[in-house]
């Protein structure tokens, strides 16, 4: 916090992908600007989405054509720019008789998709064909099916790229930091900021004229909503992420909940594969990790259970579950999958608040922030958007270390230009996948290292994802993890306790399945046990 410079053109409140978007266009911009977050860098819905860079299909059913051109023009941006991190995936979807759209509305839904993309990528199959694809799907009343193309993403990995570019080309960014207070002169025009790091409680005064809100579900408490009858309303969307071997689906499937005909899926992620999503109002605090509920995991189990009757699958084949709060605007007057993902943007004497949208067009609430943030900045233009948004990434060494051409485009996804860095650094035993993973041991070093890491949690759910995708969270990987990351992290034994018995409790909490989370704490559970074993040894420890 000392080093932290005092005078900036401009702070961006919020490290989740809208923040992190006008970040990297900030920085390009050649102004000096700060981004705090007051948890870790995507802890929020950016971490906690479907992973789907998608153009938005069901958008067009609501007459939502501007919003699905620009969900189409920006998911094809970032196949183009950032291949290894945004990847193309087909989608399957099932025709039936009595249920769900039928083949001509689905038909002309995918024409005018298609039209807007500028290309054909839908095509239907009969059940012959279909069933010889996906042979578990439940035929009864199946008469076909279309496959179609949207695109899938690591989100946390998206934000931290754009994050880390934008740290490589002069900016600076604070995890575990809050802005306390928004500070003005007596013409109510924004002069600068409090900002506190929440952990040692330093606070230090910086002077701005600008400052953009991009926290989300937050935004209201920094700048109430200027119109009477549209508001935040936070909406949870729960998942729950399986083994590929209990649900064996190479592209994703999207199907009707025959309970209230809404559309959900299933989707190959990682290795393994995700389920969801709900959408239910979320009235928890929303500085409690938000957490899948035993009613969300029967709907999804139930959905399972008629797309794929022959496969007996039980919530006891969850690796992991995943619950984000989306930030959606609302007058309060429709269902919650009927509310508009659009977003909006406020602004009060310096004070420019972004909220709503998705995390595929974030790009474009980035600029929509800026144009209205320009008065109140020096005199720079704003950034050509058809510029490329990332660093393009670098060819294949000549020296490729024994690693796959997809397990180089993997990593220059992930890291861009700095996974050339990232691999010589490696030993090489640690060039290899963590098992259930697509993920190298080597990247626990190299993130712990290079990417503001500050706890176990950052590390294992957001930098990388080991905390999702193998059980329990990954404990059984906690001895090589310690001896990757300790040179880097040097926490002491007891710093090192403390770290896994908070993972090991945040994991129970937003992590596992509601009736496997235990009714005492962690600790106290481990207490008990060792007097267990104090008994059990007839009193000698």
Not at 170 to 180: D, F, I, K, P, R
């Amino acid at each position: 916090m000392k080093t932290i410079r005092k005078n900036w053109d401009l702070v961006i409140i919020g490290g989740g992908i809208t923040g992190a978007g006008i970040f990297r266009e900030t920085v390009r911009m050649d102004l000096n600007v700060l981004l705090v977050e007051q948890q870790d860098f995507a802890w929020g819905t950016s971490s906690r989405s479907s992973k789907l860079v998608h153009g938005g299909l069901r958008y067009l059913k609501e007459g939502k054509i501007f919003l699905t051109r620009d969900s189409i023009k920006e998911r094809e941006r970032l196949l183009k720019e950032a291949p290894g991190l945004v990847e193309p995936l087909g989608f399957w979807v099932p025709v039936y008789k009595d249920r769900g759209p039928g083949k001509w509305t689905l038909e002309a839904g995918l024409s005018v998709y298609d039209l807007i993309a500028k290309k054909r990528q839908h095509k239907f199959y009969d059940v012959q064909e279909f069933v010889k694809l996906v042979p578990h799907i439940d035929q009864k009343g199946l008469t076909g099916a279309f496959q179609f193309f949207d695109a899938l993403v690591d989100d946390a990995r998206l934000v931290l790229r754009l994050i880390t570019e934008a740290i490589k080309s002069g900016g600076h960014a604070l995890n575990y930091t809050s802005v306390e207070t928004i500070n003005r002169n007596d013409q109510g025009e924004v002069i600068g900021v409090t900002i506190k790091d929440v952990e040692t409680n330093e606070t230090k005064a910086l002077s701005t004229s600008a400052v953009i809100n991009a926290t989300g579900c937050w935004a209201e408490q920094l700048h109430p909503s200027p119109k009477k009858n549209l508001h935040l309303r936070p909406l949870r969307g729960s998942h729950m992420i399986f083994p590929a071997r209990v649900l064996p689906v190479d592209q994703a499937i999207s199907f009707t909940h025959p309970s209230d005909n809404r559309a959900v899926f299933m989707v190959p992620w990682e290795g393994a594969v995700i389920v969801g999503t709900t959408d239910l109002d979320h009235k928890e605090d929303l500085s409690i990790e938000p957490a899948i509920t035993e009613e969300e995991v029967s709907y999804l189990t139930e959905g399972l259970h008629t797309i794929f009757p022959s496969l007996d699958i039980s919530p006891k084949d969850c690796l992991s579950t995943l619950a984000g709060v989306r930030p959606v605007l609302s007058e309060g007057k429709l269902d919650p999958s009927e509310e508009s993902r659009e977003h909006v943007v406020w602004v009060d004497k310096g004070l420019v608040t972004i909220t709503g949208g998705k995390l595929t067009t974030f790009r474009k609430l980035a600029f929509d922030a800026l144009k209205e943030a320009k008065p109140f900045l020096p005199s720079v233009k704003l950034p050509d958007p058809d510029e490329p948004g990332f660093t393009q990434s670098s060819l294949i060494p000549e020296k490729d270390f024994g690693l796959s051409p997809d397990t180089w485009r993997n990593l220059f996804g992930r890291y861009g230009e700095s996974a050339n860095d990232l691999v010589r650094a490696a030993a090489p035993q640690d060039l290899k996948n963590i098992p259930g993973t697509r993920t190298l041991w080597a990247e626990l070093p190299y993130v712990a290292k290079n990417e503001n890491v500050r706890h176990l949690t950052d590390l294992l759910l957001r930098r990388v994802r080991i905390g999702l995708l193998t059980s329990h969270g990954g404990r059984e990987y906690f001895g090589r993890v310690r001896k990757l990351v300790g040179p880097v992290l040097p926490w002491d034994r007891k710093r090192w306790k403390k770290e896994i018995n908070d993972y090991l409790d945040q994991w129970q909490h937003a992590h596992s399945l509601p009736g496997a989370r235990p009714e005492i704490h962690g600790r106290m559970k481990k207490f008990f046990n060792k007097i267990r074993a104090y008994i059990k040894n007839g009193g000698h420890s």
